[in-house]
């Protein structure tokens, strides 16, 4: 009798074709098929197989000039819906204003298992560097953006008291070394929550740039206008997922 446990070929491909799309998570980056398999841990020759068949299914673009893979127009078409479920569409306007107001990266992210997503990015039009921009996960344990989350869900709100200080103060802070760049200084990111009108917490609005920039100076004149448009996302976000 075939074991039923292992699966088929078919299935396997579709794994490892799942996989290779994960290795494009981050800020648009394009990978040579061979940074591919290195990332997705298969053969080159696995790797070249898989990344034209999604380029045949626009999932994903090949560079002509470089042969370097890129996110194809099609997987962004698939994720419209998501978007618009998450209410991401009525939620951007906002996100810009914020950005351009205070000349810093504004970032919008969910829970999602043990992790805060990054679902959206507002970029300012002027003083945008890339310390402003949060990785795409991060823990909600110990992330400026996952504390926001964790304060106010109804599983750890009024049990840990770690998070009372973000409950008292209404945002968090977070301030870390990262060596994603050339220059050693901390970032520091600040996190409030976005609740929906029934005052659960539907997500987390964050800013993050090198703590020599993000002072506590800034932050108190920043802090009013992410505060701000947290209610405001709250609001229209409601009103796009459930409509009247």
């Known amino acids: 009798m075939a074991d039923t446990d292992k699966p088929r070929s078919g299935s396997q491909a579709v794994e490892r074709a799942i996989h290779l ?3 494009f998570e981050g800020d648009d980056p394009e990978l040579s098929i061979s940074q591919l398999a290195h990332l997705a841990g298969v053969p080159v020759s696995t790797a070249h197989r898989l990344a034209q068949a999604l380029v045949r299914g626009r999932l994903l673009e090949q560079d002509p000039l470089t042969d370097r893979y890129r996110v194809g127009h099609g997987l962004a ?18 996100m810009y204003a914020l950005a351009a107001g205070i000349k ?70 977070e301030e870390f070394e990262t060596d994603e ?49 947290a209610v405001r996302i709250g609001t229209v976000v409601q009103n796009s997922t459930h409509p009247q």
């Open 21 to 23: 799309l994960n290795c």
């Open 77 to 94: 078409t698939l994720a419209r819906p998501a978007l618009t479920r998450l209410g991401i569409d009525s939620a951007a306007p906002h």
């Open 104 to 173: 810093i990266t504004a970032s919008l992210s969910v829970a999602d298992s043990s992790d805060a997503v990054t679902v959206f990015q507002a970029r300012p039009p002027v003083l945008f560097c890339r310390h402003q921009l949060p990785r795409l996960r991060q823990p909600l344990r110990s992330s400026a953006t996952g504390r926001a989350l964790l304060a106010y869900s109804q599983a750890d709100c009024g049990v840990r008291t770690d998070l009372d200080p973000v409950r008292r103060k209404g945002f968090a802070l």
């Open 181 to 229: 760049f050339e220059d050693a200084d901390p970032i520091r990111s600040i996190a409030v929550p976005v609740f929906s009108p029934d005052r659960q917490v539907w997500g987390a609005l964050s800013v993050q740039a090198r703590a020599v920039r993000l002072n506590d100076a800034l932050i108190r004149e920043i802090l009013p206008a992410m505060q701000q448009i």
